[in-house]
């Protein structure tokens, strides 16, 4: 189960009563049900699961991570691109 | 946001050093999901990581677990002029009883692919003669989809869709696995997006009672390489707990939305597990306000399940009790290309996984 | 005739068919062997050995970004002429219309199929239509065959790979298919990426001239992507390829929508690159060939011929560890699990 990918919330809408939003998952955009993240705002980045977002990608856990990294290989950090099987880095 | 660190190959590396020379014994660690079955054969890791680290592909595959008798049902819905059976893709190929609905499709059947619950809903609006059944299988991460699609017809008061509820729960069928005699995996990790529904706390009790540590890991290479490290410490240091190594997107209550639509639409019952057998309580039923938007209330309950009697030892590779390659068909008459067992049908299945795996020659430098 | 519908007259051999083969099928492919419109084309020697192949086009929607069957009908059978090694010269084009076909489309199509022959240097010297009751083909079917001459005295083909041999993809992959896919509603995404479909004639002129006899075969990958391709090549000379993930070319959007849909690009389907098998110690001139072209800019070697184990393909991936690169099962399915 669970194929799962994180896009980022373009723009909220309405659509027969549920929140709707227009996701950009890096270079296409599908519509996704918001209904589970109430309360989600544009520019955030959801994980999106069989067309619907399954939980708001918390930037504070990214961010520590990457602090975490950053101290653990040295002032070389992650790596921000290149050896990624997408050759570019996330939305 | 930069998400490209969870695919950090560097990251990686150092995980897998870590983990390392975190064991000191050969230990049996199981991925409940199939999707990190997938992942994990996907990006090479299961070769990459110790040799006396043994991972057991569990039973976390819709493909594999779904009841013969629904396929069946699919098949014969399928079947009917009025119908229009939506599916996603990964059921094509699954062979039920008899048949896929790959066949039911050639037979002439109308079988439309979707991504996504609302796309079913959406077919039944815009074919408003015909009869759109949505074959919602999957476990807690796609049932929301499958409550809220429900719950739109029904607002919406779109008659002509249903639900054929094939949808499992991943904590019961965690439970039998650890109830039985024969268990050997001594720590688990528990699938990152269906914890993202049902947070981890259904686990805790699971942990303490059997005495197992329970890591909800992810999918992106580190991800899977941190829940490992985190399964492989605790088990060194003898503690059973469950821990969050999807930090980013589970949180110990889950998405509390998500489940109340689940628990609105839905309600438990039993539910056989192809190959396994029957788990109580381990799966989902329309409520009776759902009875219009039923399948099975608007077609009939399914046909008997007919057992295959045959040599396919699924139900064991599922439980982590037999390898695919003890199976007397393995690599013979049952491959990717003819299964005789759902395992074999997807990539994420645990004979499927075996079967590339095995073809690896060894000394790859 | 614009705005109208294609009806089972149109094939049936009178006037009606007489009219349409005159004002749309001879408008746009003009050239002296079409235009007698004769039972058959007569053409003169080429002068050496001859390629000849054929491809049909069923592909549903008819229009995607970047393209439509008309496209994919001319450069599908040039591509196939040109991975022989030869030059494409000449092509048939079959229609198979289902009756009720909009006019307007088919005028579109056959302008595409116009377009695609001219900047592919090739004519469409002879044809054949056919109209169908309605429900008895998908709108339109295409039947496209070829003929093309050999200009060298160079043998291309899968046997003829070596262990050594390095594999160069001339560009990013999974463009065609996931274009195709996003006008595929209920699984549908906006996306700005267009098919690639495009005649291979340049590049593969290319690649004869950098590399002469160290070319060893050429194959583009269609249906099955390059994983489809690799998995044909290893089997027919009896190999072991070995890829790595890390010198694939994909575009983000088609990554993107992999993720989406839990797909493999591998698998993918392309329409304008190909992948040649090259001897080790020309492999390099034969890449900055294929960069030198617009087509090629992205060219990468992908990978490498070896003796191990005849038939399979693994692929090292971007961490280091191996996976085997079955071949495709057959449809490619999106998935949720």
């Known amino acids: 189960m669970c194929v799962a990918a994180p896009g980022k919330v373009i723009r909220l809408y309405q659509r027969e009563g549920m929140e709707m939003g227009e996701v950009d998952f890096g270079g296409i955009t599908r519509e996704v049900c918001l209904a589970h993240v109430p309360g989600v705002r544009a520019g955030e980045y959801v994980m999106v699961h069989a067309g619907f977002a399954l939980e708001i990608i918390d930037p504070a856990e990214v961010e520590r991570f990457h602090q975490l990294w950053r101290e653990v290989l040295g002032s070389a950090g992650p790596a921000s691109s290149g050896s990624l099987p997408s050759g570019e880095e996330g939305p | 946001m930069n998400l490209s660190p969870f695919r950090d190959p560097a990251i990686a590396a150092r995980l897998l050093e870590e983990i390392r020379a975190a064991q000191s014994r050969p230990l049996v660690i199981m991925e409940t999901c199939g999707g990190q079955t997938h992942a994990l054969l996907r990006l090479g890791l299961d070769q990459l990581l110790p040799r006396g680290l043994e991972l057991v592909h569990g039973p976390g595959c819709p493909v594999c677990v779904t009841p013969v008798a629904l396929i069946d049902q699919a098949i014969a819905l399928a079947g009917r002029p009025e119908v229009i059976l939506a599916t996603f893709g990964d059921m094509m190929r699954v062979p039920g009883s008899a048949s896929t609905l790959f066949d039911a499709r050639s037979a002439g059947g109308d079988v439309r692919m979707v991504y996504s619950a609302l796309d079913a809903l959406e077919l039944a609006q815009s074919n408003p003669e015909r009869e759109v059944v949505f074959f919602a299988i999957g476990f807690e991460t796609t049932a929301p989809g499958s409550a809220q699609a429900a719950m739109q017809a029904r607002s919406a008061n779109t008659g002509n869709f249903s639900l054929l509820s094939a949808h499992v729960l991943v904590p019961p069928a965690v439970r039998f696995l650890l109830n039985s005699p024969e268990n050997r995996v001594q720590g688990y990790l528990a699938a990152g997006h269906a914890c993202a529904v049902l947070g981890w706390e259904p686990y805790e009790n699971l942990a303490a009672e059997f005495h197992v540590p329970i890591v909800v890991t992810g999918f992106e290479a580190v991800d899977l390489l941190r829940g490992i490290l985190r399964v492989v410490q605790l ?131 | 005739m614009k705005g109208g519908k294609i009806q089972l007259g149109h094939g049936s051999g009178g006037r009606m068919m007489n009219e349409l083969i005159h004002n749309l099928f001879k408008r746009h492919f003009a050239n002296p062997e079409l235009d007698p419109l004769d039972d058959g084309a007569i053409l003169p020697d080429p002068g050496g050995r001859l390629a000849f192949a054929t491809d049909s086009f069923v592909v549903d929607p008819l229009f995607f970004p970047g393209g439509n069957i008309g496209d994919l009908a001319v450069n599908g059978t040039v591509n ?151 998995n044909e090549f290893a089997r027919s000379a009896g190999v072991e390829i070995r890829l790595e993930e890390t010198a694939l070319p994909v575009r983000p959007e088609v990554a993107a929508a992999c993720e989406l849909l839990g797909l493999d690009s591998l698998y993918i389907a392309n329409e304008g690159k190909l992948v040649a098998a090259v001897a080790a110690g020309a492999a390099e001139k034969a890449l900055k060939a294929l960069q030198s072209h617009p087509l090629g800019r992205k060219a990468s070697i992908i990978g490498e011929v070896k003796k191990g184990e005849a038939g399979l393909v693994a692929m090292r991936t971007a961490l280091g560890g191996w996976r085997v690169v079955d071949m495709p099962a057959g449809e490619l399915l999106p998935r949720i699990c």
Request: proline share 5%.
């Open chain 2, 235 to 365: 088990l060194e240091a003898n503690e059973a707990r469950v821990e969050n190594a999807y930090e980013r997107v589970v949180r110990w209550e889950g998405n509390p939305r998500a489940r109340a639509g689940m628990e609105q639409v839905f309600r438990i019952c039993d539910r056989e597990w192809r190959g396994i057998g029957l788990i109580p309580a381990s799966g989902l039923t329309l409520q009776p306000e759902y009875a219009a938007w039923d399948a099975q209330e608007k077609f009939g309950p399914p046909a008997a399940a007919q057992t295959a009697a045959g040599v396919c030892i699924s139900g064991l590779v599922l439980q982590g009790l037999k390898k695919p390659t003890a199976c007397p068909a393995f690599g013979r008459e049952c491959t990717p290309a003819h299964p005789l067992g759902a395992p074999m049908v997807s990539g994420e299945g645990a004979c499927a996984a075996y079967y590339t795996y095995q073809r690896m020659p060894e000394g790859r430098e």
């Open chain 3, 80 to 230: 196939d002429l040109c991975m022989c090694g030869s030059r494409p010269l000449w092509l048939s084009a079959g229609f198979i219309i289902e009756e009720g076909m909009e006019y307007d489309d088919l005028e579109i199509i056959v302008g595409s199929m116009a377009g695609a022959a001219a900047a592919a240097g090739i004519r469409i010297v002879t044809g054949d239509t056919k109209v169908v009751e309605h429900g008895q083909a998908d709108r339109l079917f295409i039947n496209t065959s070829g003929i093309g001459v050999i200009d060298h005295d160079f043998t291309l083909g899968s046997r003829h790979l070596e262990p050594g041999d390095r594999l160069i993809l001339s560009g990013t992959i999974g463009d065609h298919g996931i274009a195709v896919l996003s006008r595929r509603s209920h699984l549908g995404f906006s996306t700005p990426l267009l098919s690639d479909t495009a005649g291979l004639q340049e590049l593969a002129a290319l690649l004869l001239q950098s590399c002469g006899g160290a070319l060893h075969a050429m194959r583009d990958p269609t249906r099955g992507g390059v994983a489809a391709l690799c």
